[in-house]
């Protein structure tokens, strides 16, 4: 079996744009916001890089196809430059690709980076219809609420949940992340919420109300990766944020064939944490991992992560949720940035900027919102429909622990 990539990797240099409705900036303005700040943090120049890897997802709204986009907004030096899309998994695919063109000795240094510029649209959720010729014939009026709010009663009836008691843990998690929110300077959304504002907003698709959804984002986001001894060469040899295992699983066709998935988890996360698990040398999740960044496209899809990634026993997940081991002074802490939810959701940034918390973590640097001395964090993204998706998981920690 393949060993992985742990401990070959290191991000020197991470940036994020402010997320929110960015009227002000063109998709170009926010490379460069966040390509200015990673850059500034690596302590290296635009020349030194001789790698990149671009996220965009909704091509067609934004910069068009193709590298040409990234390469003339940072006046790369003639680089390669790979454009990448995997719904909302495409910022962790960009991370990917660059850890592994280092890790491969392809690269020296990698530039990973993601966009998205949703909100000039003017509409309110994601505005493509490109899902392939026969996912129209099959699906033809899915909606993301729609199919989430399924897994939400997939999930009530497979653990004997009752539907108030599933909802009351619902929004706790959509409180959770106001409250985080709050204290995260570049998140788009910064009000604190009350529970019972959560609980009484309008229904989207039952049992899913408004706050248990996330909305998009304009927002960049970018990491610079290389070898852990060119990272030593380039003085950063104190500070090395190793990738500890990079995963991917993506959905068959299982889930919506037959009967063997009920529809009451993401069968794609369980894979991949797996994996993820073995790559990073994990045996115990609960113990080892200081931090976790989700998915939380809806407040459902969190509380099924968590079972998913072996953080709660099955049926216990909205258990532990309203007994606050997933608050910012829990046992595992999870988006203490705000999430999706409230950080924000530029479909091709956001996997980039749940690395950048845990980056920010890991270095002590979160200011508000930092935590006590996290070691390990992981990274999830879920791209699709509970019944058909993509799954990415990265797992960071430091050089050598």
Same mark, same amino acid.
């Given at each position: 079996m393949a060993k992985g990539i742990r401990d070959k990797v290191v991000i020197?240099?991470?940036?994020?744009?402010?997320?929110?409705?960015?009227?002000? #900036?063109? /998709?170009?303005?926010?490379l460069v916001e966040a390509f200015e700040e990673a850059t500034r943090d690596a302590g290296i120049d635009r020349d030194d890089i001789d790698g990149a890897w671009f996220g965009l997802c909704m091509e067609e709204q934004n910069l068009g196809k193709s590298g040409l986009a990234l390469s003339h907004s940072l006046r790369l030096p003639n680089i390669p430059v790979t454009r990448v899309e995997n719904l909302c998994a495409t910022g962790s695919e960009a991370l990917r690709g660059a850890a592994y063109a280092v890790a491969s000795g392809a690269t020296d240094i990698a530039l990973a980076i993601g966009v998205e510029k949703l909100k000039d649209t003017g509409y309110g959720g994601l505005p493509e219809r *490109?899902?392939?010729?026969?996912?129209?014939?099959?699906?033809? @009026?899915?909606?993301?609420?729609g199919s989430f709010a399924q897994l939400a009663s997939a999930y009530s009836a497979r653990h004997d949940?009752? !539907?108030?008691?599933?909802?009351? *843990?619902?929004?706790?998690?959509?409180?959770? @992340?106001?409250?985080?929110?709050?204290?995260?300077?570049?998140?788009?959304?910064?009000?604190?919420?009350?529970?019972?504002g959560i609980t009484k907003a309008p229904m989207i698709a039952y049992p899913l109300g408004l706050f248990d959804? #996330?909305?998009?984002?304009?927002?960049? /986001?970018? /990491?610079?990766?290389?070898?852990?001894?060119?990272?030593?060469?380039?003085? +950063?040899? $104190?500070?090395?944020?190793?990738?500890?295992? /990079?995963?991917?699983? =993506? @959905? $068959?066709?299982m889930e919506m064939a037959h009967g063997s998935w009920d529809g009451s988890y993401a069968h794609t996360?369980?894979?991949?944490?797996?994996?993820?698990?073995?790559?990073?040398?994990?045996?115990?999740?609960?113990?080892?991992?200081? !931090?976790?960044?989700?998915?939380?496209?809806? @407040?459902?899809?969190?509380? =099924?992560? !968590?079972?998913d990634l072996g953080l709660s026993r099955p049926g216990q997940g909205w258990q532990d949720v309203l007994a606050g081991k997933f608050d910012a002074d829990g046992t595992v802490?999870?988006?203490?940035?705000?999430?999706?939810?409230?950080?924000?959701?530029?479909?091709?940034?956001?996997?980039?900027? !749940?690395?950048?918390?845990?980056?920010?973590?890991l270095n002590g640097r979160a200011d508000d919102?930092?935590?006590?001395?996290? +070691?390990? *964090?992981?990274?999830?993204?879920?791209?699709?429909?509970?019944?058909? $998706?993509?799954c990415s998981i990265t797992v960071l920690g430091f050089l050598g622990d």
């Open positions: 020197i240099g991470m940036g994020c744009s402010r997320f929110g409705e960015r009227w002000d #900036c063109s /998709a170009e303005d926010l *490109a899902k392939g010729t026969f996912n129209e014939l099959w699906q033809p @009026s899915a909606t993301a609420p949940v009752p !539907m108030e008691q599933l909802k009351e *843990a619902m929004a706790h998690i959509s409180w959770k @992340s106001h409250e985080n929110g709050v204290k995260n300077p570049k998140a788009h959304l910064r009000r604190r919420l009350s529970k019972e959804c #996330c909305g998009v984002s304009d927002g960049a /986001a970018c /990491a610079i990766v290389t070898t852990p001894e060119i990272a030593k060469k380039l003085g +950063r040899a $104190n500070s090395q944020i190793a990738v500890k295992a /990079a995963q991917v699983a =993506v @959905s $068959n066709g996360t369980r894979i991949a944490a797996e994996r993820a698990y073995r790559e990073a040398g994990i045996e115990d999740p609960v113990a080892e991992i200081d !931090m976790v960044e989700v998915h939380d496209c809806f @407040s459902i899809t969190e509380l =099924v992560t !968590m079972e802490p999870c988006n203490i940035d705000g999430g999706l939810k409230c950080f924000g959701h530029p479909i091709g940034a956001s996997g980039l900027r !749940m690395v950048y918390e845990a980056y920010l973590q919102r930092q935590l006590a001395q996290p +070691r390990l *964090a992981l990274t999830h993204n879920l791209g699709g429909f509970p019944n058909s $998706n993509i």
